[in-house]
């Protein structure tokens, strides 16, 4: 151990001298969380309003604001100190003399610390190095930190630290706060887009009877009550679309899935999509409107449509391939179609690249495993994958000229699926009947198998129209329009394992 690590005090210390600063405030009949500060305005106004005006016409103006903010840095000279305050909207410099707190005041000011929450009084000046500055008449204690911030130049160092104490993170790292500054703005422009096409934003059931919507593995939960047995959502899919034969022919509704599967870069067990259904439309109509919405999403919320991320430029207006399902094999991953169409070659080369494959699997599940590995990592610029085989596509319409295969894309960009859309499948014969292969799989030992629906059935036998619907994931899309390697850092609160402690 060094002698500067022998004088690093301990998380304990450091603890009970922030008790000792704040028995020392109570004793000198200061409230440590006292409401009744009121301020004049936020420091980004303030910023914005006055932070291109000069010294001599700040005290020509003598204007005085009375702000709120945690301290963020402070530097002390005995008699006088300057520090920084920090609320949502930004951060400016202070200067507290104690000539003018008087030697009390100051005396009190002395002891908080950074972390505090405060309330400032006082006049705008720039200082010699031309900052602007609140010169404060009065400094108040509005919130007492009871531990320390991170050290400033380092932060949280441990990464799952950071997920776990996101209010930390959020307070000592400028990135973070940018991601979810911009994860807002992302969801609002896309509902400000579908709302001005006719689309009506909608909310249907978290809980559900039967797990619907998705090939996906639920969560099971029990309602006392009634004594049934419930699922957490995989998608809303299902309720979406007994909307359209309700009447609503544009409908979407942005909220949480729910998926029990693994956690990793990619994946959170809860997780935010946005799903939308338009009758009278098709895949391809789709394919045109996701184009055109993300184009403008990036130039929206990046300022261009030109999107770096992991080190690749993105092209999110001109850049955007459409290939289907087959050629892609064939053409992106290498498999010639004398493989890609036998079974057991198919199967053979999934087990070589490591894929576990069931006795009953079809053949589109084995394809799909082969493109999972040799396509869709390479993926890099936006792809639409169209025409997926039938068998892997349960609610999706089946192409008029090959029925092998339906009318559904998904949407790939740097190597990762970003959307799933499709025609919609409204024969009510034929989704009874591929409901029912499905449950022949689960029997079978597919987890993942969609259920059995029969009210759904019911719905599509009063008519349902022809329509076409689209889910894209929110966590990826603004892990790609923030730069962000993994899930965890555009998601507040991620899914982790109890802390352990003691």
């Known amino acids: 151990m060094t002698k500067d690590q022998t004088n690093v005090p301990s998380e304990k210390q450091l603890l009970r001298h ?28 303030v910023l914005e309003a006055h932070g291109e005006k000069d010294e001599n016409v700040l005290l020509q103006e003598n204007l005085t604001f009375a702000l709120c903010g945690r301290i963020m840095a402070h530097r002390s000279f005995g008699k006088a100190t300057f520090f920084h305050i920090q609320d949502t909207s930004g951060k400016i410099q202070v200067y507290a003399q104690r000539d003018d707190l008087g030697v009390e005041q100051y005396g009190v000011f002395k002891k908080f610390e950074i972390g505090d929450i405060v309330g400032v009084s006082g006049a705008l000046f720039r200082t010699k190095t031309g900052e602007l500055t609140i010169k404060s008449a009065a400094v108040r204690l509005l919130s007492k930190s009871m531990r320390p911030l991170p ?47 006719g689309f009506l934003e909608v909310e249907t059931p978290m809980m559900q009877p039967i797990a619907g919507g998705a090939t996906a593995k639920p969560f099971r939960t029990h309602h006392n009550a009634l004594d049934m047995d419930l699922f957490l959502r995989i998608a809303p899919e299902l309720y979406l679309k007994r909307l359209l034969v309700g009447g609503f022919d544009r409908v979407y509704e942005i909220n949480r899935n729910f998926r029990n599967e693994g956690i990793d870069t990619r994946h959170n067990p809860e997780f935010t999509m946005i799903e939308f259904y338009w009758a009278y439309a098709t895949f391809v109509d789709l394919m045109d409107l996701t184009q055109e919405l993300l184009g403008d999403l990036a130039k929206s919320v990046c300022g261009t449509h030109l999107v770096e991320y992991q080190g690749n430029v993105i092209d999110l207006q001109d850049g955007w391939v459409r290939m289907p399902f087959h050629e892609s094999l064939e053409i992106i991953g290498g498999v010639s179609p004398e493989i890609y169409r036998d079974y057991d070659k198919c199967k053979d080369l999934a087990q070589k690249l490591g894929e576990a494959v069931h006795p009953k699997e079809k053949l589109g599940k ?21 025409h997926y ?14 029925p092998e295969i339906t009318d ?57 129209p022809p329509a076409a619907g689209q889910g894209i994931g929110i966590d990826r899309l603004v892990m790609l329009l923030t730069d962000s390697p993994s899930i965890r850092e555009v998601i507040l609160f991620p899914l982790l394992r109890p802390e352990i402690t003691g």
């Open 18 to 45: 922030r008790k000792e600063k704040a028995q020392f405030l109570l004793d000198a009949g200061i409230p440590l969380y006292p409401n009744d500060f009121r301020r004049s305005a936020e420091i980004g106004d």
């Open 151 to 197: 050290e400033k130049y380092h932060g949280l160092k441990d990464v799952e630290t950071r997920y776990r104490q996101r209010y930390v993170d959020l307070l000592v790292n400028d990135r973070a706060r940018d991601i979810f500054r911009k994860r807002t703005a992302i969801v609002q422009f896309i509902r400000n887009f579908l709302n001005e096409r």
């Open 366 to 386: 084995l394809q799909a495993k082969l493109f999972d590995n040799l396509v869709e990592p390479k993926l890099i610029q936006p792809h639409f994958i169209y």
């Open 389 to 402: 085989p039938t068998d892997i596509s349960p609610l999706s319409r089946k192409n008029d000229a090959n």
């Open 408 to 464: 559904r894309f998904e949407l790939f960009i740097c190597g990762q699926e970003m959307a799933n859309a499709f025609s919609e499948l409204n024969d009510p014969y034929d989704q009874k009947d591929r409901f029912e292969e499905q449950v022949r799989e689960k029997a079978a030992g597919d987890d993942e198998a969609h259920a059995m629906d029969e009210d759904y059935i019911r719905a599509l036998e009063y008519g349902m």
